[in-house]
């Protein structure tokens, strides 16, 4: 409702108010909000009613969100049964308190749960360091193996003290990044050949890339996913199986790369073909060309289709529940399964939402923060 | 979800076109020293993680009874979480010994999709809730109701064959997830919740914040005898599960219980309980396995009515009744072959 042009005639208004009241100061503070009200939401019929109806859709829904959500709230149990939620009208926060470990580890261990937390910590905060620029330096390419190594022993274990924990027992928050992050991570070199490959002057392997891209394209996630958990198996030998985590990671990193590459392919067809005329005549290779000229200008141009694709890999990875692995969202319904806790499953829903809002959120901001960082001067 | 089917009809022509898998079962789970079965995801009672990740049910004790019965030692199972789409080719491809994920024995399953059914561990079948206060006394007397349905399921189906059978016409209320039927129909948004007995049996005694304002009508609609499954073509395998599950039932019936079923061992007279628990040996050679199999199972699992009262009975958040699944003898459908 307020545009910019507002915010202007909004402030020559209150310069109007302010020059013959400057004997009054303290009315100034009293009247600018209400001479600013008057300006920008009852400037007119039709706005003053939609301001009104606002108000009151907003007088309607957030009182009763904040009873439900803060004021009636229960927010833990003594005995660790549901019975005072039952009571109580507001919500049962102490879902969280009972089931917390369920809905972020799945069934990993119990006794063991402090490996995916620390494993995660460690992720996490990788990530926050590999997302400032002061510590692009090759060092952090070499903290990164680290980081993995000691990810997969805490996961895994079996060696160095710690017991062997198969794949099959991994769940909730630590599966759902591990799928996000290893999908995004191999996902985006395949598709960068993949676009590569697509505006290729040979035939066979553009046949083959235009090819892969259309068929993934054509078909849901599930339906990859599917294939790959239920399909695969039935075609390979007796005895042989390929584990779950693996096939699934397998086909959501196929899925994205597909996706993905359609995006690169854009920023592909944005450089002007003077650019490679360019590198041409400089005698640069193929790949130099690309490595050097080409791709650095191109992806920088699709950062918000990239993170567009990175953010709905991060929730697709959801689905993975119907191969039976528990990811955040399986592990908290699994966790609502219980009848005692069940009746509070908007909880946690809510909690698995905000979660993935968090995630999801932070890879946003952090595109924003990108763009502007690697557009400076190239501002077109 | 049109996709989901696509798939899953091609899964199944896939699995018919397929040869019988044949092969000894039996060796390949004892060399390999665990039995991996297929559970369902989370289904409270059946088949669930607890808080701490431990699996308990109906079902998983079906997995831990075999394992017994093989190792005497009913902890070495390794659990499959399967969704509904995936257990059967699950099965079919060898990736689990065992279905134990409250699947219904049906001729199409036993047959085209290459499953031998073994034992039904819980005979459930489609009820109707309904508000005391409405004072309906059986299901013929819900003609022009409003009725709360999971849409896209043999649910639904069953709701509709039945009204029209009947000559009766309803009004449904189609929602897609549980937890939020359950709401809709604890508002009064319709009159009628349909469902399997186990399951309105579960809301009521947990959902509804008076469960004596809430009746489950007596008749059942339809027939879901939910059993363990093996895949078709090893007759060694199929007999261990089959027996185990048995035993269990065998074990209610003659009162051997996990508390007495060392000192029955030791005194009991009964021939029957002697050729059960391996006191006069016979059995275990014939399945394959050592003479005590039963009697550890007894021990480590329970008999088929404590495992039943432990997971969806009165010792449960359930409260189930014994119903149809009580022994034969006290009016149920649960029998054993004779252990001869």
Known sequence: MIKPEDDIHNALAAADVEEPSQAVAPANSVWKPLSWAKSNLFDSVPNALLTLLALLLLWETVPPLLSWGLFNATWSVADGTAAACRDGTGACWALMGEKNRLMLFGVYPYDQHW????????????????????????ALGYAWLGAVVVVAWLMWGGFLGLTYVETAQWGGLPLTLGLALLGIVLAFPLSIVLALGRRSN??????????????????????????????FPLFLPEGVTIDKLLRALAGMTLFTAAYLAEAVRGGLQAIPRGQEEAADALGLSYWRKM???VLPQALRLVIPPIVNQFISCFKDTSLVTIVGLYDLLAATKAALAD?????????????????????????????????????????? | MKAFKACAIAAALAVT??????????????????????????????SAPDDKGNWSGLDVDACRAVAAALFGDASKVKYTPLSAQQRLPALQSGEIDLLARNTTWTLSRDTANGLNFTVTNYYDGQGFMVPTKLGVKAAKDLNGATVCVLPGTTTEQNLADWFRANKMTYKPVVIEKNEELASAFIAGRCDVYTSDASQLAAIRANEMPNPADYVILPELISKEPLAVAVRHGDDQWLDVVRWSLYAMIAAEEKGVTMANVDQMAASSPDPEIKRLLGVTAGNGKALGLDEAWAKTIIKQVGNYGESFDRNVGQGSKLKIARGQNALYTQGGLMYAPPFK
Not at chain 1, 203 to 231: N, Q, W
Not at chain 1, 347 to 372: D, H, K, P, T
Not at chain 2, 21 to 33: L, N, Q, R, S, Y
């Open chain 2, 17 to 46: 076109s397929m040869p019988a898998w044949a092969g000894p079962t039996v060796d390949a789970v004892k060399a390999k020293g665990f039995v991996q079965c297929g559970v369902n995801l989370g289904l409270y009672g059946f």
């Open chain 1, 291 to 293: 490595r050097l000229i």
């Open chain 1, 115 to 138: 490996r995916p937390l620390l494993a995660t910590a460690i992720v996490i905060a990788m990530l926050a360091t590999s997302a400032l620029r002061r510590f692009w330096l090759p």
């Open chain 1, 339 to 380: 009848p005692e806790w069940r009746p509070f499953f908007v909880e946690g829903y809510v909690a698995a939402a905000l979660v993935y809002w968090c995630f999801c959120f932070f890879m946003s901001r952090y595109s924003q923060w990108l763009e502007r960082e690697l557009a400076t001067g190239t501002r077109r």
């Open chain 1, 202 to 231: 040979l035939p066979a392997i553009k046949a083959i890339c235009t090819g892969y891209i259309e068929l993934v394209r054509g078909v849901p996630l599930v339906s990859v996913l599917f294939m790959a958990s239920v399909m």
